[in-house]
């Protein structure tokens, strides 16, 4: 695309500046070496009255010259350039149902909406989220700072921009803003620039309207739309009151729970399959940029319907999502999931956070129900490493034996058993244990000898081989004691 | 034996001195110092005399007070005569007065920025102050990018760099921005053509940014001896600037030999290889323990003279590890011990391309070899201060090539030695470049009613209405705001004034990146069946994807190259000055360049007869450039006494000599300009001679050749007459074949016309010549 406007330009190159031309046409007795190029600005304040008229002639030879390359190299989107004023403000509002907003720094149209907490988005009612605890959404996260967060006075934020490139001349056309209002009324705030020239405006009432919230609730809000907000208070020299708020970004703790499931996180897919919503008339995600530049250069207000709902969509499933994902997280033992992928995932973090006590918890509750065959193993191991770390010897070693057990050619399983019989001086155990896993594996053919187990395979190998030679060498006291 | 003995040993050496036509000895100089001025801070006193600096070199005392009194300034100065303390002083002293001040620092190429954050860290480890400083490139991994923005005192970075990752983000580098106190840019000769051109508009997006911050910051520039130092450091920052020349450095005595290898067959001109001569020579200082540089002008020349003086340190029974090749493509480690091994004296020869001519610190040698001319007076002089001492002899040897301009240069040695004439040209407002910044400048900050970027406020507002029509701008409220999806500056090369190089692809490796070539030159050089040359491999050529700037080779192993035939048809769109140039006439203009590959011949390697020929299928192509040409009268075929066939030759052989030697008053490579003559140009229906430039709309070097348009001519004549061949030859007009048999004899006469006719018209008033 960029291509094509070089080869315009490149198409007026047969003309330069209307400042050069003048420097060099109308006064020909300049010394020929006295600029090694032309017209510095430094030398253009200095031309006389008279050269400035010679100027606004060639000016406007270069206007032309640009106006008819132009109309060559493109056929129909000629247009002049004029200033235009705000568009047709009645039909914004009417088309959109709003009202435009106006203060020290200029108007905007914002779009307001209320809907009750008890309102069904997909699954879940948006009040949900209001008899959460910010401890989850702190556990999960990580950020010990959500931890004090307050469910009323937290923002669920949303923008839509003109690029995901970012950098300084990205523009949030589109900033939502949801909050609950009282304990029965969840309002959402679609703050809208009609043009360039509305951000101004936008921005001071966002930044009077919600100078402190307890806490902001985002979907990859911390890498992309808080940055960009961050931007553009600076652009407009003001201070952004947001910097320090606690931000819970949802899309990192969806991953840390679906991603096994979920090939593709992003906000649509996710409320699809875990919220239960469906969209109707909307418009991606990847449109929206151009939507908006058609809209301020045209001034038709109908396309931007779809890109209103796509954004208030984003926002409702926002607020389920994140009582969707505290309810779930707020069962100890994990029986809130159903999926036994997502309750491994679960394990995992728990281990992660060094929540020992909890993985043991949520282990065990998976291992007293069934159907979890195809994470057995894994949960087996999860469960024996939170043992390890809590140092609880006895019911560690109860826990290699049931992953033994509930999985005989499970390598890794015979591996940390071995080791600790060993250290016990268990050796004919010990081998025992190595001996005849290797045996099974080896005789349950070519699906055993399948590339990915050969690292276990030669651990435990090289186990055996270690703990042979020990009973070699204390061949006196080693081989009587047996565990059997 | 030392490097005087040597010197005295070469003087009574007949067989050498046949063969040089200049040896110049520069006296030894005494330093010209100054005390430390009374407000440098004691601790800067005190970690520079730690290393030896209890005063300052003249120059460093001038352009230190200059830029205290909050001028900017640009120094000249000769290789290794200090000049990093010029910005480092006044830099580092105003960040210890005031701890929140920050600096930029440019550098060409990022191995030079990488130097100099080194060099300040050891300076800045002995202040005992916290002060930041670290290089932001390519190769900053983004974790350690934040801390470079909240704690970089001195950021060190290049232009590119500047462009696409800073500028665009400068809400990000907010502290930077509004405290930024000195932006330093070294190495500014660099800055010539399409790439200084660029700078000036990068430059122009800088300080329009420190102005929305509040800040105004002082330039620091540094640049080799040029003509006109001062005059490219005001059109790049476009302020007023101190221009700080006399070198206060001491230096010892200095012998500059012009050697031009003999000639081995007068017929054709052909003289004995540059590459081995300079070997030999290499290898005589290295058989005596003297430390030695040796340049050469490309890769597969280093990688040749560093096999042949590795091989001889072989047979000399000394260890192959004294000799060490040094070029882009080494990894930064290799390159840094090197570095070491030369200033430790571990490494008794070194051979570089042009990478070491640039300020990186290897310490002084004793001895500079050339093979090949490096294409300029500012390099040339750059490589020789590579050699030389303080309180010893050093020598330095150029070794001509048999190219044109090696030709002209070591037959005239005054021109050397003299005035450096050498004019770098940047053309800021070139209208594509300023075009593609002012996109820029508006993603990065909307533009106001009556701002100025580059032109006047009313042109700024007819380009700014034109990129709005175009929808890449919106004008509302008085402002024009950047409008579009994309990112410009990631679009945009500072390198190039192309849209986009075409990439080379080896299709036997997974389309393994080979090489690149610009746009414009690729239905030249990779037409399918071409042979394109790459690190001494041959690659043919399958197939050239334009649109999406692909040509895919494949290795081949043959024993010819291609050369391929071009229509060129030039059509002048406008002539912006011309004078009467004796009978003839100059003029400065713009043409349109239409060219398109026809066929292509098969040549033998050594006997270079054809042995072959394909046609090439390729759509012609366009651009609009500037241009300076000659324009004789309608009967000049008459007035000369030629036939029209003798005098196309004369045309062409004096196009190809004035191409050739048009880099002797302009500093620009070769390739920045082509020539084309014609007996009839279709728009005065006159014999011409064209010089055009290869980038879309130029970068100034015509109107530079158009200024020296007789010292060019003159060049061009000196090169023909003193080229030994007899009708001509590629060292002055180009082959008999191509300029036919009286080709030299005319393009001779075609110049002596060209000047004689000049003469004449200064005494008279042209208008009634």
Redesign the interface.
Known sequence: ???K????????????????LGS??AD?DTP??SS???????K?SQKTAAETDK??EE?QL??KR?RAI?EVG?EN???T?Q??TVNASAEICGELEGNIIRNKNGSFLLVRREFPVEWRHGTYPLGAVLHCSPQTAAWISGDLTLSDMNWRETLFLDTET??L?????T?CFLIGIGKFISESVFRLDQCFMR???DEGAMLTYLDSEYPAPSALVSYNGKSFDL?LL??RH??HRLDFPWKHTPHFDLVHSVRRIWKRRLEDCGLANVERLLLGVTRTGDVPSSLI??IW?DF??RGDPRPLRPVFYHHRVDILSMVTLAGCLSRMLEDEAGRSFEEAEDRVSLLRQCIKKRDYERAVQVAEAMLHEEDFAEVLGEVHELRCTALRRLKRASEYMDALWAWHRACPTDLRAAYFLAGVMANARNLAAARQVCEETLEKVESAGSFYRDMAIQPDRLKLEDRLRHIRARMGSDDSDGSGQDLW | MNIAQIVDRLREDPDFRVNLTAWKVLPAREGSYAPFPEWVDERIRKVLERRGITRLYSHQFDAIETVRSGKNCCVVTPTASGKTLCYNIPVLQTILERPSARALYLFPTKALGMDQVQELMATIEGLNARIGAYTFDGDTPSTARRAVREAGNIVVTNPDMLHTGIL?????W?RLFENLEYVVIDEIHHYRGVFGSHLANVIRRLKRICAFYGSRPRFICCSATIA?PG?VA??LI?EPVELINTNGAPSGEKHILFYNPPVVNAELGIRASSVLKAAQIAATFLSRDIQSIVFARSRLRVEILTTYLKEAARKMGRDESLVRGYRGGYLPNERREIEQGLREGRVMAVVSTNALELGIDIGSLDVCIMAGYAGSVASTWQQAGRAGRRNKTALVVLVASSAPLDQYIIEHPDYFFGQNPE?A?????N??I???HAKCA?????FHEGE?F???P??TA??L??L?????L??????W???????????ISLRTAA??NVVILDVSRDGAVIGEVDYFSAPSEVYPNAIYLHESRQYQVENLDLQNRKAYARPVEVDYYTDAEMKVDLRV??R??EEPFGQAARVLG?L?VTWLPTVYKKIKFGTHENVGWGEIHLPEQT???AAFWFEFPEDLDVQLDATRDALSGGLLGLASALRQVSPVHVLCDLSDVRSHAVLRSPESERPAIFLYEKW??GA?FS??L??HARFIVEAARELIENCPCRRGCPSCVGPVREVGEEGKSIALRLAGYLLGGSAQSDNSSPAET
Request: proline share 8%; net charge negative.
């Open positions: 695309m960029d291509v406007k070089l080869e315009q330009l490149r198409r007026m190159l047969n003309l330069k500046t209307g400042a050069e060099r046409k020909p020929p070496d090694s190029g032309s017209g510095s600005p430094k253009l100027n606004t000016r270069l206007r640009m132009l493109q989107s000629v247009r350039v200033e235009e003109t690029g490139a970012g950098g300084a001349g523009v043009d360039f020239d940055p961050r931007n600076v652009q940029p151009r530049l301020i250069t | 665009p983000h400068h809400t990000i907010l006109n005059d005001e059109r476009e004019n040209v940047i053309d800021p407002n209208l594509i300023l075009a593609s508006a993603f990065e900050l909307p100025s580059g032109l006047d009313h042109s007819d380009l209405d034109f709005a029509e175009n929808r890449i919106r004008k509302t409220g008085g402002k705001h950047w409008s579009a999806e994309a990112y410009p500056a990631s679009e849209p986009g769109l406008d912006l000055r713009e349109s651009m609009h450039t879309p709309g100034g109107e530079k158009f200024t």
